[in-house]
């Protein structure tokens, strides 16, 4: 079938305004899955009850992917005159106020490639039903506020699906004629359609047990294909460690005698939270140390823990519509940040995710395609499920926290989660419970629901006397549909240091409390004075400490002082930041041209590396944090009008001489560190982590150093135990002109050719390659035949590796990045189009290019707009970003 050709008119654009209860609910539903060899029959009985008097019809979902085999009400055959089936609905007119419905689909899984519904992967069948997914498996009120029980039977054939799982727990199983087997499953937690999960197939369980706080057993197992077995030990590990931190940080246990997890190749995301059993995108479960690297191991510990706090917030309470999507993601994004920076290094972590923010979310914020955390407006959903709902969610919700205070924030979550229980919420809903538990007013701070953009945050000083004068001002950009915007209230929070380098406390005009971390600055006006007493000369303020708010920061501290801050800063992100500013600094003034301060900023930041690289006892993660230059996407977010060539250019000069700068200490402390890279305790990864940078100034070092680094790399390259250090290798040698290049790369496919994860590593890090000719090798890599159009994570590891991670590339001056990515996304339309919508955006940041580029790219995105039954996914985006 092709999807887009069956689809009825294209979708009307849905506004939260527009929310009416449901007409209907659903306390209860029983299905029935027959699996036969190329289709499904699914019988679903449903209780259905009106909601008051209204005289509505019946309205239920529905999608042109399945066949209606048997409809009707308390057990009568409904009259084909009563009812009304389009392409995605069905109607029935005259419905009792309470009766049982009876309706029976039929599925053909295997013919489905927008993996949503019910779909095959690798031959096993498995469901994405979030958010609009449960409607292509039956005719349901698909929608988060109609919660049902669910029972659910599953018959297969025992050999070809010898696996049967749905959410719950497992209450029967059975021996059926014809070699078939059954299994029932019952979830007695009422759940709205887009948390139904089955999975049928050949697999394998790694399983485990956990003892909960109050000591109950919970059977936990990792459903995968039987050769993966030994790569699922650090996510059941990682499950282990998320059960027990949500014990002690909220108190919240989990809740049934099963917790399932099942792996599959084919995934549109990276997991899904379906309760008590969770599908994962393989990329997220599986990882030992020769296949995944140190950040893949990492991000399995996220995910994992992601989906299980979402047991509590997103299952337990959901979310009442759509819009409120922000209420569950936001809030659990921030809980698995929480947990990340526990089991690992809050530092680290805290960088690491500000720097997600900034690549991703802040460009959405600044683009077409703003939109605030809790949208007003969406035509497909699916499209919603962005950084701005989930990261910038996540940093409101911690800005709540900074607010309230982690005690008082911990004790308003366990009341918000107390107060509903099994209900549908929003997110006002949230911040009631926050500022009546939290008892801090939050009126103002609404505002960050429902306004989109990302604030600036200016501060200059003022000497007044003895004491120091902050003067903060705020803006806000125009976003779409908002042209001007009130005030943010912004948790902003700052230190001092005295010139010894030591912090210091001085009183302040407003309320605050200082704690270590410091003092937060209650920020709620465009402009607004906060007067620091007996402050002494040479004292530095150190601003926006540990990210305190979604903003960007512009200040009069000097390159000067921004160099002191880098060696003196308690505060590890402002430390951090104090570098990452002082290069950006000086390679948008060669960028510019701006030759008279460079040489002054350039010593100011030679002495700040040295002092970096000569510092002890510091975690190595953070110092490789410190070594590494500001991204080149980050550095053209800087720019008013983005110059990708230019910026690569000069950031690669500013590499080159500090490598050359620097040759002596980055070599000693390549060899001393060197030695201290197996294992994987936290110092083994840093060391790793430390390394891989090192290596990527060695090679820019002089010719003779040059030349040891190369044999370095492909020693490493060859001889590495684990995947961290063979791919770090990798990625220098795909990006270089050695001769060896291509004998590496070969070998490394057929090193791996077996497993999709690490072959997936390999387009991408051919993708990511600067060398000049990586588009041709793109567009080439396209036929090869390890590439697929059907596999997400292959589409997006050999194309949005380039279109995103490559700059410089992308952006050639003929446009051709522009088309290649156009003709991909027009193809994979047809196959998946909620994975082709997820490419469009670098094409919609138009506007930051200079005309001929913008040009280029406004065609591009006009032809997507000629294609022939374009997807609602597609179109809504597209149109967007071209009004
Ligand atoms: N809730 C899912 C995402 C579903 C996406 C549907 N397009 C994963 C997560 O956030 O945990
Ligand atoms: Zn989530």
Known sequence: MDASSMMASPKQEIKLADYQPPAFFIDNITLTFKIY??????????????????????????????????????????????????????????????????????????????????????????????????????????????????????????????????????????????NRHYACWNDPYPKPSYL???????????????????????????????????????????????????????????????????????????????????????KYVLANQQTATDTDFDNVEGVIGHEYFHNWTGNRVTCRDWFQLSLKEGLTVFRDQEFSSDMTSRAVKRIADVRVLRMIQFPEDAGPLAHPIRPESYVEINNFYTATVYNKGAEVIRMIQALLGKKAFNTAVRQYLTEFDGQAATCADFVDVMERVGQKDLTQFRRWYSQAGTPSIDVSRKRDGNDVILKVSQSCMATPGQSSKAPFHIPFMVGWIDKAGEAIFPDVSEKVNWTENGCLLDVTAQEQEFKFYNVPEDCVPSLHRGFSAPVTLTSDISDEEKAFLVSHDSDAYARWQAIQELASSYILNIVEGEMSIVDEQYQLIASAFSTILQQENIDLSFMAELLTLPTEVYLGQLQDTLQPDAIYDARESLLGKLANDNEQSINNLFAMFKSQTAGQTQSAKGARRLCSVLLSYMIRGKSEARDSAKEEILSQFYKASTMTEQLSALMLISDSDYVEREDVLKHFYEQWQTDDLVIDKWFAVQAQSKRLDTLDTVKHLMCHEAFSYQNPNRIRSLVSSFTMMNQVRFHSADGAGYSMLSNVIKKLDKINPQTAARMVAPLCRWQRLDSIRQTLMIDSLKELLNVENLSDDVRELVQKSLQ
């Open 196 to 282: 139904f999960a089955l999975v049928a197939g050949k697999l394998s369980a790694y399983s485990d047990r956990y003892v909960t706080k109050s000591g109950r057993e919970v059977a936990l197992n990792i459903y995968v294909r039987e050769p993966d077995l030994d790569k699922c030990d650090y996510a059941m590990q990682s499950l282990k460690r998320s059960m027990k931190w949500d014990e002690d940080e909220y108190g919240l246990e989990y809740d049934l005698g099963t917790y399932n997890i099942v792996a599959v190749s084919d995934f549109n995301m990276g997991a899904m939270e379906n309760k008590g059993l969770n599908v994962f995108n393989t």
């Open 37 to 178: 060899g190329d289709y499904v029959d699914v019988h679903a009985k449903s209780f259905i009850k009106r909601n008051g008097n209204n005289t509505n019809a019946l309205a239920l979902d529905g999608s042109p992917y399945m066949e209606l085999l048997n409809l009707s009400i308390d057990g009568e055959a409904v009259d084909k005159a009563l009812y009304t089936l389009g392409g995605a609905n069905l109607t029935i007119n005259d419905v009792p106020d309470e009766f049982i419905i009876d309706i029976t689909t039929r599925l053909k899984p295997a013919e489905n490639s927008r993996l949503e519904g019910l779909y095959a992967s690798g031959g096993n069948l498995c469901t994405q039903c979030e958010a609009e997914g449960f409607r292509h498996i039956t005719y349901y009120i698909d929608r988060p506020d109609v919660l049902a029980v669910y029972s659910v039977r599953i018959e297969a054939d025992k050999d070809e699906y010898p696996v049967l799982l749905s959410n719950g727990d497992n209450t029967e199983n059975g021996i059926l004629d014809n």
